[in-house]
T-cell receptor, first 114, second 111 residues
Framework: DTEVTQTPKHLVMGMTNKKSLKCEQH?????MYWYKQKAKKPPELMFV???????INESVPSRFSPECPNSSLLNLHLHALQPEDSALYLC?????????????FGQGTRLTVV | GQQLNQSPQSMFIQEGEDVSMNCTSS?????WLWYKQDPGEGPVLLIA?????ELTSNGRLTAQFGITRKDSFLNISASIPSDVGIYFC???????????FGKGTKLTVNP
């Protein structure tokens, strides 16, 4: 099983809304990632959690707030987003963050900010 | 930050033809991964490479980890219409938690 599950698949939110994206994996992976992908562009790294601790924040605006409640779950809390934040948000996981391991991606959440 | 140069940007081929794409970097990478992404979906892992010179196959797909550890290529043999999509290379440097992506190769297969 190499499944990473993301919910919801689609989300439309207003600029004053607060919403959360969820990601779950049951592969025993200890590294989890959030990526943002705009149309016709490669995924861009936002955050890395390693052993439930935030290890990388790629200078992401504070309106994006990650959370890793346990080793299987990763959330991305959204607040006061801008229309330019509309994108496909991808979650990924790997056995560890730094050793030679594969990374598996979820199907993504298509976010539209209106 | 690290950059991966992926080429070509796009390819238009006839069904049955072979395809080759590659990624290069000015830095050494310890891991090379190749993904395929369909519109609106997440990237799906095709092949993972961990050793310089390693050649790995997955059905009609073959990928190699360059000897210099600064490049990798992906070949698709006897292409079929369902090969259509965007192919990304991704690499990780030793000890780094970052997985860096190339800009992608968009493949179109004409039946």
């Amino acid at each position: 099983d190499t499944e990473v599950t993301q919910t919801p698949k689609h989300l439309v939110m207003g600029m004053t809304n607060k919403k959360s994206l969820k990601c779950e994996q049951h592969m025993g992976h200890r590294a989890m990632y959030w990526y943002k992908q705009k149309a016709k562009k490669p995924p861009e790294l936002m955050f890395v959690y390693s052993y439930e601790k935030l290890s990388i924040n790629e200078s992401v605006p504070s309106r994006f707030s990650p959370e890793c409640p346990n080793s299987s779950l990763l959330n991305l809390h959204l607040h006061a987003l801008q229309p330019e934040d509309s994108a496909l948000y991808l979650c990924a996981s790997s056995r560890t963050g730094s050793m030679n391991t594969e990374a598996f991606f979820g199907q993504g959440t298509r976010l539209t900010v209106v | 930050g690290q950059q991966l140069n992926q080429s070509p940007q796009s390819m238009f081929i006839q069904e049955g033809e072979d395809v080759s794409m590659n990624c290069t970097s000015s830095s050494i990478f310890n891991t090379w991964l190749w993904y395929k992404q369909d519109p609106g979906e997440g990237p799906v892992l095709l092949i993972a490479l961990y050793k310089a010179g390693e050649l790995t196959s997955n059905g009609r797909l073959t990928a190699q980890f360059g000897i210099t550890r600064k490049d990798s290529f992906l070949n698709i043999s006897a292409s079929i219409p369902s090969d259509v999509g965007i192919y990304f290379c991704a690499g990780r440097q030793g000890g780094s938690e970052k997985l860096v992506f190339g800009k992608g190769t968009k493949l179109t297969v004409n039946p």
